[in-house]
Structures are given as structure tokens and as C-alpha cells.
């Protein structure tokens, strides 16, 4: 049950990701198919339908539960229910885990978008406060002075990166023309080196780890 939750919330992204709307990724057509009256869709079935089996899993664990819930410390009859449920929920999430295979390495990533959608929502409006902690300012100032420059940025309709070096200390001192290396999104991602973090090293020692796991899962079978 704990997998499948975990794969359920994995197609629920696949399915965002997929829509026009974000347009992160294209699934394969081998894992989609076309809609019976729209003939431009493509439906992520494969990811809705893995999405929908964890309710079936579920329930053979609460099935389960049910039954084991009311009987005294001994075998009972009533265990001869316990076969049907785990071996439905162990057939069902391989099944589930084949397919979300297939389906993730055949879909088509597009970054582009990612970076798009990465510009919207003042994404560097932490940074530019932590810029201005590291300067010495206590971090609810902080917080406050960038929550104005967000307002003067939805006042004009643009984002922090379109704002002028004026804009920025005209709400501190503390600003200077190295403001605008807070608002680059490729330094926001790397800035975060801890462990499991967005930066590229810490990353790929992520990726290094989920290998190693991998191997050994595959040894031990």
C-alpha cells in the first residue's frame, strides 16, 4: 500500500506535468492514448490507471485489517482471507511498477517549459532575502522588504529580475549591482549544495546513492 501511494503521487504529476497547461512532458504514445471525440489529446491512461489501482491495494490492506481487527491471539479461520487480498495487492503493484517503468523512461522531458514556469511566482524572492540577512539585516526585515518589492512588482506587472538597481535600494542600502546574481535561476539551483539539494553536485551524489540502492536490491533477488 505504501508503494503504490507513492507511485499514485508520482502519476498525479505525471498527469500535471503532461497537461497543456504545464507541458513539462510527452508521454510515449506506446503509454497514452487519443481521446474518443478529441482528436489533438492525449491521455496519460497508463498514469491514471496506476493512479487508480492504489484504491485497490488499499483496500486489500484494510480488507486485511478488517479481519485481523476482532480475532484473539490464535490462528482462526477466519485467516484463510489474508491469501486472496496479498497476493491481488503483490500482482497488482507489479503490474503497477512495470508500467510506470515503461512509462517514465519513454516520456519526453521538455526543460524549456520547466524554465518558463520557473520564472513565474517571484521564485527568487527567498534569495534576495537571504542576500540580505547575509548582509547583516535581520531576516524579518528581510522578509519585509522583499514582500514590498513583490507588490511594486505586481503594481507594474513584471517580475524581480525586471526591476532596476533603484527599485532595490530605494527599499535598502544594503543593495547592490550584485543583486541581480540572486535572481539568476541557475545560481538560485546551485546555491543549494546541502544534501539533497537542487545544486548539480548534490544531485548527481543523490542519483550516485539511488545506483548504489538499486544494485543491491538487484543482487539480493
Not at 94 to 120: F, H, Y
Not at 124 to 131: E, K, N
Not at 185 to 204: M, P, Q, W
Request: hydrophobic share 45%; proline share 2%; aromatic share 4%.
Amino acid at each position: 500500500s505504501v508503494s503504490c501511494m507513492h507511485l499514485s503521487r508520482l502519476c498525479e504529476e505525471i498527469v500535471l506535468w503532461s497537461t497543456a497547461e504545464f507541458d513539462f512532458i510527452e508521454l510515449s504514445d506506446a503509454f497514452s492514448t487519443g481521446s474518443s471525440i478529441m482528436p489533438q489529446k492525449k491521455n496519460p491512461d497508463f498514469a491514471e490507471l496506476i493512479r487508480g489501482k492504489t484504491g485497490r491495494v488499499v483496500g486489500d490492506l484494510v480488507a486485511l485489517l478488517v479481519t485481523m481487527k476482532a480475532l484473539p491471539l490464535a490462528y482462526n479461520k477466519d485467516l484463510q482471507e489474508d491469501k486472496e487480498g496479498a497476493i491481488d495487492a503483490a500482482k497488482t503493484l507489479e503490474d503497477c511498477l512495470v508500467c510506470a517503468a515503461g512509462m517514465i523512461e519513454t516520456m519526453a522531458v521538455k526543460p524549456e517549459s520547466m524554465r518558463a514556469q520557473a520564472k513565474k511566482g517571484y521564485l527568487a524572492a527567498t534569495d534576495v532575502a537571504d542576500y540580505l540577512a547575509k548582509k547583516g539585516m535581520p531576516f524579518r526585515r528581510a522578509h519585509e522588504v522583499v514582500g514590498h518589492l513583490v507588490l511594486l512588482c505586481e503594481q507594474r506587472g513584471c517580475d524581480l529580475d525586471d526591476l532596476a538597481l533603484a527599485d532595490f535600494q530605494a527599499e535598502s542600502s544594503l543593495f547592490e549591482a550584485d543583486i541581480t546574481s540572486a535572481l539568476d535561476l541557475d545560481a538560485i539551483v546551485a546555491a543549494r549544495t546541502t544534501e539533497g539539494g537542487t545544486g548539480n553536485a548534490a544531485v548527481a551524489e543523490q542519483l550516485a546513492l539511488a545506483k548504489q540502492v538499486l544494485a543491491a536490491d538487484e543482487a539480493a533477488v
